[in-house]
């Protein structure tokens, strides 16, 4: 079996060299000022899988985010990454080597989640991570953009929408982006190396695009679309970022207003978002490209569970197992005007549950009793499913348009 051992800057070569071999790439010359995305990448939190014969053969990473919990609590969450095996090595447990060093390793910081976007479904849940936040993509046929909602008369965003491309835009996006994810739950921090480097996708990235800044009444700016013509006549736009519902709505009323463009194309919209709603015509808007998005991996229950914010009281007994770190625990979780305590206790359980299973309900973007009717979680009394549901419940649907 490979040694796994961490990475210094001086391994950042041949960590490239056997992460773009797992996936069949080779490294890729970004257009000159887009910036590498591997630029955001925290060495001392790599890994390498070497062989006796001393031939690196695995990767994975770690990147120091905050998490933003329901309630607005800020989290420190290792966000994964750079996870590849080089295909002459595959499932011989190389990975599984390596989540195992990598968990540990995140606990001894303190960080009690880990977080990532996994390139396939099926890879991850063994190592206790859920789906937890979910996304989609609208396209909007232009001419049948028809607002009908806010009507007439009603409050809309008081504001203007100022043009700039994205290398005029210094700090602007970065702050609207921060202020922005801190309200947001299930949004991660962009930390100020990513932006300086340009380490990311679009806007994120210095590669050329349009900018739609709103600035309140009072002229600050609160919100942004990033967007360019992706093909002939489609407008694509990366994302609108703002905390304030109407802020979105003027975003979106911009991009859907530019001639010659037949099709608006919004990237990241959480499943639930206003938008479609707001449209003379329901079915305007084509949802597509919708899946999960944050997988989410707790690492110590009762701390997680008593970080985020809670709406709604309730008293629930948690059984929770965690097959790969094989440890396994009852906990009473009991809210009380917002806050949790959560202590191991000997009661019965109202649910018997995968640690995997409660990192997709954490955020309160996953339901309880979907799970528990798709045979995942298990309910020891009838009213213990109704009870989770409400309890887990965020004050909006959790979303993350992170990209690491
Ligand atoms: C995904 C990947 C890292 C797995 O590495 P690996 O060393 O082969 O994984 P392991 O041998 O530790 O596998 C552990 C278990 O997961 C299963 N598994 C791992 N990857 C899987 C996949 N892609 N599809 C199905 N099952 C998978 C294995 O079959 C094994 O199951 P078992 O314990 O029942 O035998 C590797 O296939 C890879 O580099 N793929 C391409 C890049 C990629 O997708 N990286 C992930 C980015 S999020």
């Known amino acids: 079996m490979p040694e796994i051992r961490s990475t210094t800057d001086e391994d950042l070569d041949v960590f490239l060299e056997t992460l773009h071999a797992a996936f069949a790439r080779f490294r890729e010359t970004p257009a000159e000022g887009t910036g590498f995305w591997w630029s955001a990448l925290e060495m001392d939190r790599g890994l390498l899988a070497v062989t006796p014969a001393g031939r690196p053969v695995g990767t994975a990473a770690a990147h120091s985010f905050e998490l933003t919990l329901p309630g607005g609590t800020l989290a420190p969450a290792a966000g994964v990454t750079a996870v590849g095996v080089v295909p002459t090595h595959r ?11 990598q968990l540990a390793e995140v606990r001894a910081r303190g960080e009690f989640l880990s977080v990532l976007l996994s390139s396939e479904a099926v890879i991850y849940r063994r190592f206790g991570y859920g789906p937890a936040t979910y996304t989609g993509r609208l396209t909007v046929p232009r001419h049948q953009a028809t607002f009908a ?3 007439a008369g009603e409050p809309a965003a008081t504001g203007s929408i100022e043009l700039r491309q994205r290398a005029e835009c210094g700090a602007l996006l970065e702050e609207i982006y921060d202020r922005y994810r801190r309200k947001q739950p299930g949004a991660l921090s962009r930390p100020h190396h990513w932006w300086a480097s340009g380490a990311g996708q679009p806007p994120v990235s210095l ?7 709103h ?13 360019a013509l992706s093909e002939a006549t489609t407008l694509t736009v990366d994302e609108i970022i703002t905390s304030d519902d109407a802020v979105f709505t003027a975003l979106a009323r911009f ?5 010659l463009v037949t099709q608006v194309v919004i990237k990241q919209v959480p499943p639930g978002h206003p938008l479609r709603w707001q449209l003379a015509d329901f079915r305007t808007a084509d949802v597509g490209d919708d899946g999960d998005w944050l997988w989410v991996r707790l690492l110590d229950i009762p701390r997680a569970l008593t970080s985020r914010g809670w709406f709604t009281d309730g008293e629930l007994i948690l059984d929770v197992t965690d ?9 009473l979780l009991e809210v009380r005007a917002g806050k949790a305590t959560c202590v191991r206790t000997d009661r019965e359980p109202d649910l018997s549950l995968d640690v995997s299973d409660l990192g997709s309900i954490y955020l309160g973007g996953t339901v309880p009793s979907t799970l528990e009717r798709a045979g995942h979680i298990r309910a020891h009394n009838p009213s213990a499913a109704a009870l989770a549901d409400n309890l887990f419940r965020a004050e909006r649907d959790p979303h993350c348009l992170q990209w690491f």
């Open 207 to 213: 590669a050329q695009r349009h900018i739609a800044v």
């Open 91 to 101: 499932r011989q447990g190389v990975l599984t080597a390596m989540m195992r060093h």
């Open 149 to 151: 909602v806010p009507r």
């Open 323 to 331: 097959p790969f770190l094989t440890e396994q625990g009852r906990y």
């Open 215 to 227: 600035h309140d009444e009072d002229g600050v700016p609160d919100g942004y679309a990033a967007y």
């Open 255 to 259: 991009v859907l207003s530019h001639d």
